[in-house]
């Protein structure tokens, strides 16, 4: 879910061809479950083989990253999230405990023929088995695509690839990886350029967008620190924060005390007790550094293979994606770079 920075956000809307030639590290589960939760047969059930293995994932991470690729020269390091910290258990059960809920009344709408809310509901259930975060990393293999294994959570390792410059930013929906550190962050790395909500039964419109964690702390008047103390008292993946306290009462408080510690008796009271930890993690969280940011070449035989004779791809579809990463990438050119660096 990651924590709500949404109403004191500073971001620049841009577009796929702008950001053309560059490497992101892309939070993978993310980006997983995104296609979990849309890509749906008309009952809400995902798209599965004839095994019951769920492709949902693989259709939308194969195309989208193919035309990424090869429409856009932007390459997607994706990173898989691995052991999730203890300070997460409490988080994880919840959500755990909505998607019971989920199944529950989705089981019940498929009862009474109500398909509409039937997918609404199913959408809120995705889960990402291991075998299925196994597969995502063997397709990427077999297109070349690079990806990584976070030791813990993977927006801090996007983040530190991007501080280290092996990328150009982090890539994801949640701000987490501002948190962590990430000097330039991306949002909606989307081909489609709108997102079907099932909750309200609309699409919204989407752009790419770029925050700059510089510029958002001057925008602010916070330090790196300052708005990671903001962000617990807002609510992370990590604490459920303090009641009546949004963003932009978090960033008051922290322009005027100055850290949790400094804060009133009764507010820094309602504080959970594990702050100093969640602060502590956000700062300095585990991360590796053997990892290649480079395409490497397709695989096509084991891609037929992969996806035609064991997840039951069509031999047309996969031929759209070979041909795609076949044909030659178009560069930016240097006039191109010089007037996105201006």
């Known amino acids: 879910m990651g924590v709500n920075l949404t109403p004191i956000i500073v971001k620049k809307v841009t577009t796929l061809d702008?950001?053309?030639?560059?490497?992101?590290a892309?939070?993978?589960?993310?980006?997983?479950?995104?296609?979990?939760a849309l890509i749906r047969t008309r009952t809400g059930t995902p798209l599965t083989d004839g095994e019951g293995n769920v492709t949902s994932h693989l259709v939308g991470l194969a195309f989208r990253t193919t035309r990424l690729i090869t429409d856009y020269n932007i390459i997607p390091v994706f990173v898989f999230d691995g052991k999730p910290p203890d300070l997460?258990?409490?988080?994880?059960?919840?959500?755990?405990?909505?998607?019971?809920?989920?199944?529950k009344e989705y089981s019940e709408a498929v009862e009474k023929g109500d398909f509409a809310v039937a997918w609404r509901k199913a959408v809120?259930?995705?889960?990402?088995?291991?075998?299925?975060?196994?597969?995502?990393k063997h397709l990427m293999t077999l297109l070349g695509v690079p990806w990584v294994q976070a030791p813990s959570e993977g927006e801090a390792q996007a983040a530190y690839m991007a501080i280290r410059g092996d990328v150009w930013a982090a890539s994801s929906r949640d701000y987490d990886s501002l948190l962590f550190g990430a000097p330039r962050v991306v949002r909606y790395l989307t081909i489609q350029g709108q997102e079907w909500l099932p909750s309200r039964g609309r699409a919204r419109k989407l752009e790419p967008e770029i925050i700059d964690l510089a510029q958002f702390l001057a925008n602010l008047g916070l330090t790196r620190e300052q708005l990671i103390d903001a962000a617990i008292l807002?609510?992370?993946?990590f604490n459920p924060g303090i009641k009546g306290v949004g963003p932009k009462t978090a960033v008051k408080l922290m322009?005027?005390?100055?850290?949790l510690e400094n804060l009133p008796g009764e507010t820094r009271e309602k504080l959970t007790t594990s702050y100093p930890e969640i602060r502590e993690f956000y700062l300095t969280p585990p991360t590796v550094n053997d990892y290649s940011t480079q395409l490497q070449p397709l695989k096509r035989e084991e891609l037929y293979s992969f996806l035609c004779d064991e997840r039951d791809?069509?031999?047309?579809?996969?031929?759209?994606?070979?041909?795609?990463l076949e044909k030659p990438i178009r560069q930016r050119s240097l006039a191109e770079w010089v007037k996105e660096e201006k």
Do not use: C, P, W
């Open 18 to 24: 702008a950001l053309r030639g560059r490497t992101m």
């Open 26 to 36: 892309v939070d993978a589960f993310n980006v997983l479950y995104q296609f979990l």
């Open 88 to 103: 997460k258990k409490a988080e994880l059960e919840a959500r755990r405990e909505q998607k019971r809920q989920a199944e």
């Open 124 to 136: 809120q259930t995705s889960r990402l088995s291991y075998s299925m975060v196994d597969d995502a």
């Open 234 to 237: 807002i609510g992370t993946d």
């Open 255 to 259: 322009k005027k005390h100055g850290s």
């Open 313 to 324: 791809f069509s031999r047309d579809r996969v031929n759209v994606l070979v041909k795609r």
